[in-house]
């Protein structure tokens, strides 16, 4: 998902749908092509850095985060670590420019395998062709609510709902054993600045890298929730974050489920889940 301040964001994300998208068998022959493990520290617009780690070793899977420690949790070690900033990143990405022109100047900054870094930009390439390789998302997707897009700006839960997408939808074995714990369809209703908006949680083994979370209500994405959960906005987050429970919202009227009430605390452990993979909730 794209992170303020970072358009190399949009690169990263562009890795993580490949790798997504793949079949297991696509994706081990990707990882096998470049056996290594990239880490990247960069610096955004505003001077923040953010972080980001991408395994083409092992399991071929992505996780960011806002400290080294919080994107490279459950990773393996890198083999390279490059330090760049923004806009350098995605020049190189676009072919503006080098790796090892960069490098020369000082924009770049490598530590590890010092090749690997020369090998960055026939990798950016090479997704990005694999990228546009792949099948355009189903219309039905389209038709729903759904030209909505995941997050949504003022809507601060709905940012948590995206990096839920993201985690289930980068890492399979996390998403085929939260399915199998979950076992449920949640309608979540936020209350935010333009009124309520919904998103669909489709948490039922089955469901795919691109079906787990879907804008819209169930009715519009054709689906039968087991629960409506409706709260503000605010609540959603401090929800995620830990610092209310849905035991404790319900009871003091933040939360209000409609449906299957004893789901709603099964929402919590999809959080935490999503929390314990490296997403920033």
Do not use: C
Request: no cysteine.
């Amino acid at each position: 998902m794209p992170i303020e301040g970072f358009a190399s964001s949009a690169i990263i994300d562009q890795l993580t749908s490949v790798l997504t998208a793949l079949s297991a068998d696509d994706r081990k022959k990707e990882v096998n092509k470049t056996k290594a493990v990239y880490a990247f520290e960069v610096t955004g617009t505003k001077g923040k850095k953010h972080y980001f780690v991408v395994d083409l070793k092992q399991a071929g899977k992505v996780t960011n985060g806002t400290s080294e420690a919080e994107a490279a949790k459950g990773q393996p070690k890198p083999d390279i670590t490059i330090t760049i900033d923004d806009a350098t990143f995605v020049k190189i990405s676009e072919g503006k420019t080098t790796a090892a022109g960069e490098f020369m100047s000082g924009k770049v900054k490598i530590k590890g395998n010092m090749m690997l870094g020369m090998k960055l930009e026939p990798l950016l390439k090479r997704f990005k062709k694999l990228a546009e390789s792949l099948p355009a998302a189903p219309a039905a997707k389209a038709s729903g609510a759904a030209a909505q897009e995941i997050a949504l700006q003022g809507y601060e839960g709905s940012v948590v709902i995206a990096q839920i997408a993201q985690v289930l939808g980068a890492d399979e074995a996390k998403r085929q054993s939260v399915l199998k714990s979950t076992n449920a369809i949640f309608q979540v209703d936020l209350n935010g600045p333009q009124g309520v908006k919904s998103w669909v949680l489709n948490l039922k083994p089955g469901a795919s890298a691109a079906d787990v979370v879907l804008p819209g209500t169930a009715a519009q994405n054709k689906k039968a929730a087991g629960v409506v959960l409706a709260l503000k906005d605010a609540d959603f987050v401090d929800l995620a974050s830990g610092k209310i429970t849905g035991q404790s919202a319900f009871m003091g009227g933040k939360l209000k489920a409609k449906g299957n009430i004893m789901l709603a605390l099964k929402l919590e452990s999809v959080l935490k889940a999503a929390k314990s993979a490296g997403a920033k909730l």
